[in-house]
């Protein structure tokens, strides 16, 4: 009998393995099909590097679905690409941007990013009061005083603010979604599958890092 779990772990292994091939035939994404170019695009101070930034939330299913996709691309991603992680902003999402941002300031993403991804998506908690998410933080070890010091921050506050200014100037309405360089907008729908997303990130990479040398 194949049970559900060996059924999404088979998919997991072949988008992974998906992950690694090129483009089908070294194919060329297309403008207006595979990616939107931004009408107003950003001039980012980021050198000869591009930026790559992910608008995700924490109680997204198809983000937490991008994770081990995202993961396997980081350990493998272009020179050029400077990968930046940016909570996505509604309203009712600002708690877990805050959680993001707080987690960022206390230098506990690695640790914990990942482990609140999954406690959202796979229990009936979740998280979207304040109560269930100092509750997790401190039962992963973090010191109640400084959580709470760090989530009332004006650093905080201001990430928040900028977070949500970025995704209106880029048009972000849903997610996941990828902006490189400020300048081209890739979402799964758009690429065709997440997996071809993370191609297309890669294509235009090293078409900007070209233009940039």
């Keep these: 009998m194949i049970?559900?779990?060996?059924?999404?772990?088979?998919?997991?292994?072949?988008?992974?393995?998906?992950?690694?091939?090129?483009?089908?035939?070294?194919a060329k994404f297309i403008e207006g099909q595979h990616y939107i170019e931004i009408p107003f695009s950003d001039s980012l101070n980021t050198g000869k590097?591009?930026?790559?930034?992910?608008?995700?939330?924490?109680?997204?299913?198809?983000?937490?679905?991008?994770?081990?996709?995202l993961g396997e691309w980081l350990k493998t991603k272009p020179k050029a690409a400077l990968f930046v992680r940016t909570p996505a902003f509604l309203?009712?999402?600002?708690?877990?941007?805050?959680?993001?941002?707080?987690?960022?300031?206390?230098?506990?993403?690695?640790?914990?990013?990942?482990?609140?991804f999954a406690s959202v998506q796979n229990s009936k908690q979740k998280m979207s009061n304040k109560a269930d998410i100092?509750?997790?933080?401190?039962?992963?070890?973090?010191?109640?005083?400084?959580?709470?010091?760090?989530?009332?921050?004006?650093?905080?506050?201001?990430?928040?603010?900028?977070a949500q200014q970025l995704g209106q100037k880029y048009g972000i309405r849903s997610v996941p979604n990828m902006v490189v360089d400020g300048r081209y907008v890739i979402g799964a729908d758009s690429a065709g599958s997440q997996v071809k997303m993370m191609q297309v990130v890669d294509y235009l990479v090293d078409k900007i890092a070209k233009q940039k040398k």
């Design 3 to 26: 049970t559900k779990n060996f059924t999404v772990k088979i998919v997991i292994l072949l988008a992974l393995f998906g992950l690694t091939l090129p483009a089908a035939n070294g």
């Design 91 to 116: 309203p009712k999402w600002e708690i877990h941007a805050r959680l993001y941002y707080t987690l960022e300031a206390l230098d506990k993403v690695d640790a914990l990013h990942g482990k609140f």
């Design 49 to 69: 590097k591009v930026e790559v930034r992910e608008f995700f939330w924490y109680g997204c299913p198809h983000c937490y679905r991008l994770e081990p996709l």
């Design 134 to 162: 100092v509750s997790f933080v401190t039962s992963n070890g973090v010191n109640k005083a400084d959580f709470l010091k760090a989530w009332d921050s004006f650093d905080v506050d201001k990430k928040i603010r900028t």
